[in-house]
Every structure is written in C-alpha cells, then in structure tokens.
C-alpha cells in the first residue's frame, strides 16, 4: 500500500479544517503492468503537455505554486491531474482506502496524524484478513506499506504499539477487543515521493478527496474539487460500508 497525505495535521492554529490520507493498494503480481500503466500515461502527458517523465506530480503544489512547472499553463496542469485520475480509474487491480479526519470540536489533545494513520492501517489490516481487495492471489496473503517522506519514529512506533496491544471497539454492545496487527509486515518503508510514481498516484487521491471536503478557490471554480468521484470504480467501500464513498471518517 502507497501511502500520501494532505493537509495539516495540527489542531492548534491550523490552517486547514481536514486532514486526509489515501493509500493506494495493489496486489505484488500486479505490480509491474500498473507501473507500466503509469509509466505509459507519463509518456502521453509529456507530448500532450510538455511535463517531462522525471518531472513529480505533487498534486497540491502542481496547481498552487508550480515552480519551474508554471511554463504550463494552470488550466493544463489541471487536466493532467485529471487525466491521472482516471487512468487509475481504469486499473481495475488497484485498490484506494481514504480516511478523512475534520478536526472541528476535536479537543487539542486529539491526536490526528495517529488517528488516521491508525484508521488507515487496521482497514489495510481488515481487508487483508477478509481477503476483499481485487485480485487477491490466496488467502493468508500479507501487505506492507510504503509512505512518502522521510523516516518517521512516530508511525514506526505505532506499528509497534499495534503488534503487542491494539483495542478495536466492538461493533455492538460496547467495549473493546485486542485484534493485533498480524497481516501487515515490516515497518513501513518510506520513499521520496519524487522518485515513486505510485506514491504520486497516493498523493493525487489523498488531494483530491480534501479538495472534495475543503475545495481552494480555484478548484471549485474549475470544477476539481468533483474530481475525487472519478476514482470510484477503485474506491475501497468495504473500509467503510456506511459512506458512500467508503470514506472512513473520525
């Protein structure tokens, strides 16, 4: 599972109301034809649009403050993020859990960079165990997850709490379970965004889903912030059946 965020995940001052994180999901045999598919889309956009192969998508600073991108125009910029998006659409192998934290009324003491990062890794977790996502090989099969950015202790140390002790509340009559973490393997692995095209493909869909909840004024004049809705045929709604979208939202 790729893993990208957006927004801010503090409470206090904050500028931003959301926080998302998105992580991206395919199967280890499906690996090489969905880089492949991605790497022939990169092609495409750089005769379209003239965005060179080596050149990062990072989808928030692609609209806002595009650097030496800004030779593109705006508006073109925008239709490769939409175009990216649905040639994920179009994948069937690949798999999107989304989770959503509005961090209105939250008390100061609430954590959100753990509270998603925990939400998103025992959804990971669950789907493994149930065996639900597309293309699932066999049973048993185990998953890892690769973040962007640098080492983080605080995510390390969060796997480690929830391989020894990791209360789940009950669905009904209260209280809790302790359901450890056994199907995702190894620490996560963190990767420069700038040279992984999937955790640019994270960091599209995390983007988009906080332009669907918090839209820049540019995005909703433009009509991006619908473009979250063109991920839905890879939407992971088992991660959480009562939204729609299968948003899990805290």
Not at 45 to 60: K, N, T
Not at 167 to 176: C, D, E
Not at 202 to 220: G, I, K, S, T
Request: aromatic share 10%; proline share 6%; hydrophobic share 35%.
């Amino acid at each position: 599972m790729y893993v990208d965020e957006s927004g801010d995940p503090g409470i206090t001052n904050s500028p931003t109301r959301y926080f998302t994180l998105s992580g991206l999901v395919i199967n280890e045999t499906r690996w090489q034809s969905a880089m492949g598919r991605v790497a022939d889309f990169r092609q495409r956009m750089r005769s379209a649009f003239g965005l060179q192969v080596r050149e990062e998508i990072h989808s928030a600073r692609f609209i806002t403050s595009p650097g030496p991108l800004v030779r593109i125009p705006r508006h073109d910029r925008l239709a490769i993020l939409r175009h990216f998006a649905d040639e994920l659409a179009r994948m069937s192998e690949l798999s999107v859990i989304n989770v959503v934290v509005d961090k209105q009324d939250k008390p100061t003491t609430y954590d959100v960079f753990e509270h998603a990062w925990r939400a998103l890794v025992q959804r990971f977790e669950n789907t493994l165990i149930h065996n639900n996502f597309p293309n699932a090989m066999t049973k048993g099969e185990c998953g890892m997850v690769f973040a962007d950015g640098q080492p983080s202790a605080k995510l390390i140390a969060m796997y480690t709490r929830m391989r020894d002790y990791n209360p789940v509340p009950n669905q009904t009559g209260g209280g809790y379970r302790n359901i450890v973490m056994r199907k995702i393997i190894e620490d996560p692995c963190f990767r420069d965004s700038a040279h992984s095209l999937l955790i640019q493909a994270a960091d599209l869909v995390a983007f988009l889903l906080y332009q669907q909840e918090q839209p820049n004024q540019y995005m909703r004049k433009s009509g991006g912030a619908g473009y979250f809705s063109r991920l839905t045929p890879i939407l992971c709604r088992r991660a959480s059946p009562r939204d729609p979208q299968g948003i899990v939202r805290l």
